[in-house]
């Protein structure tokens, strides 16, 4: 029984540690969905969205019946002293006497009820929000797309410092054991200096530009983790590899999939603004009516010469007034009219803007795919290089261990195999990236 229970105890406590141990692996498609709830630019999209719902309904509610309280409370220390003909006691005319008006003490308690009754720029600001509401979702999903390009580019710069440390690791060790050899015959009299000297070159290079590498390597898993909303010292771990990514990023039926241009949120954004400016001059022209407001208030007063007006006792005085507020705008010395005017310049350079946005959005497509179908066609074309290269640098090999190809001949294949490594590398990335912005474009 106490071994079963020990057991019992066990399995939970594993079960909740598994169930508290963050996920650190990542393909892809999880990283974006991870950034895209803890990203911290996401996140503070979400929360400007939730502000302008919330802008809405204050905007909304200043029309909407208002009341307020107000009480009041005053001592005074040392009464006011009036003079007033002494005739009014009976006294001898033109003499006066001084008379204290009132007790020292008094409260005041009142409760008003305001109520719009027509204001032309409440109208157009509830009008308005709508507009407002949707730049903000509009923002929060320029916002979305944005994170998402981020993330597919820090994902593909780590697999691309990896890749390239794994190859200058492989380059290092073939050299180190061509160095070794050439060292070795080199000693027995067999060989010469140059050759040595050459390899050495050649390796010191490829051993700084590995410990570049793996700097990067660290760099950009740190990157990526800021992208995604985690600590940059987070120990993350991509499931996806640079060669496997590239091909499933391969897709040309994208560019014929149907562009409406509608989707584009930067179209949607600019619209936006058309419909901001609209409202600015609708509100310009509001300036011109009168605004009317209602009021109620109830209230009472009390009066005492020492502090019991919470006493049951102490008797109050009502008073309550109704009453209406007309503003009528006649004369502004035409302030009003230019203000009208420069909304309505405003209105048109909107338009303007609008018109010239759809153009480059459009520029932006065709630019977006000629862009991808040229990084598809260098990754084929560097991969086709990368075997040719690694077979020159084979067969310089081969004639230098026999003696048919010098130092010099050998190191410039191997420096053109290097090259060719690191231009497929950006091949893969490139056709990575430039999908993602064409997909971004498209909204897809």
């Known amino acids: 029984m106490r071994s079963t229970l020990i057991t019992l105890l066990i399995i939970l406590s594993w079960s909740s540690w598994a169930q508290d141990t963050p996920n650190n692996s990542f393909s892809l498609d999880e990283a974006i969905a991870h950034a895209m709830e803890n990203n911290y630019s996401a996140m503070n999209a979400s929360r400007d969205l939730v502000d302008a719902q919330k802008q809405k309904w204050e905007t909304i509610a200043t029309g909407l019946p208002q009341i307020s309280g107000a009480i009041g409370y005053q001592n005074q220390l040392i009464q006011p002293v009036a003079q007033i003909p002494a005739e009014f006691f009976g006294g001898e005319p033109g003499t006066f006497e ?14 008003t009820l305001k109520q719009q009754i027509f ?7 509830v009008q308005a929000t709508k507009t407002f509401l949707s730049y903000s ?7 979305d797309l944005e994170v998402r390009k ?9 697999l691309l410092a990896k890749e390239s ?8 060790a073939t050299l180190e054991k061509n160095l070794y050899e050439t060292k070795r015959i080199y000693e027995n009299g067999l060989g010469d200096e140059e050759s040595v000297d050459q390899l050495q070159i050649t390796l010191s290079s490829v051993e700084n530009q590995l410990k570049n590498a793996q700097r990067l390597e660290k760099i950009t898993l740190q990157m990526l983790n800021l992208v995604m909303g985690l600590p940059i ?4 771990l991509l499931t996806e590899n640079l060669d496997d990514l590239t091909k499933k990023q391969i897709d040309l039926g994208l560019l014929d999939s149907e562009f409406n241009i509608e989707n584009n949120v930067d179209y949607k954004l600019a619209q936006n603004l058309n419909q901001q400016r609209f409202f600015e001059l609708k509100l310009a022209k509001s300036r ?4 009317l407001n209602a009021f109620v208030n109830y209230g009472g007063n009390s009066f005492s010469d020492r502090f019991n007006f919470l006493s049951s006792g102490q008797p109050w005085f009502e008073s309550s007034v109704l009453g209406f507020d007309l503003s009528i705008p006649i004369f502004s010395s035409l302030g009003r009219s230019a203000s009208t005017q420069r909304a309505k310049i405003a209105l048109e350079k909107a338009k303007t803007q609008f018109t010239e946005a759809q153009e480059q959005i459009r520029l932006q497509l065709e630019s977006a795919k000629s862009d991808y179908i040229l990084a598809i066609e260098e990754y084929g074309t560097s991969k086709q290089n990368l075997e040719l290269a690694e ?10 261990a026999e003696g048919l190809a010098t130092s010099f001949e050998l190191r410039q294949a191997q420096t053109q195999l290097y090259s060719t490594q690191q231009e497929y590398l950006q091949s893969m990335v490139s056709v990575i990236n430039k999908k993602t912005e064409l997909e971004t474009i498209l909204n897809q």
């Open 98 to 111: 001084e008379v204290v008006f009132g007790q020292p003490q008094s409260a005041t308690a009142t409760a």
């Open 119 to 125: 204001d032309g720029s409440y109208i157009v600001g």
């Open 137 to 143: 979702r509009n923002n929060k999903e320029k916002t």
């Open 150 to 158: 981020a993330v597919v580019e820090a994902y593909g710069n780590v």
């Open 165 to 172: 440390v794994a190859i200058f690791e492989k380059n290092k």
């Open 233 to 236: 010292e987070n120990e993350t």
């Open 288 to 291: 011109a009516l009168p605004t």
């Open 391 to 400: 077979r020159i640098e084979n067969k310089n090999q081969i004639k230098y």
